[in-house]
């Protein structure tokens, strides 16, 4: 199964700013925005996510979202 790692970065980035977790929102976002090899970039990403994470906020579905998105990227990077 082929996963869209930057689609579902953004689809979770929107998420936060709907519940007004912007720094984590643009944080991602930036990931995104200002790595330079894929690599990079999903690590980035990877280490906002558990940021976010760690900080126990948002919503139960924003949180498995972020946690889903978190568990496949931290496979990828192995």
């Not at 082929?2 to 929107?14: N, S």
């Not at 330079?36 to 919503?59: P, Q």
Request: charged share 25%; hydrophobic share 40%.
């Amino acid at each position: 199964m082929q996963v869209d790692y930057y689609f579902e970065a953004k689809k979770l980035a929107d998420f936060l700013k709907n519940e007004n977790i912007n720094d984590s929102a643009v944080n991602i976002q930036s990931s995104l925005e200002e790595g330079v090899t894929s690599t990079e970039i999903l690590m980035m990403i990877r280490w906002h996510i558990g940021n976010y994470l760690s900080s126990k906020r948002g919503s139960d579905e924003v949180n498995i979202l972020a946690n889903d998105l978190y568990q496949k990227l931290d496979k990828v990077l192995g």
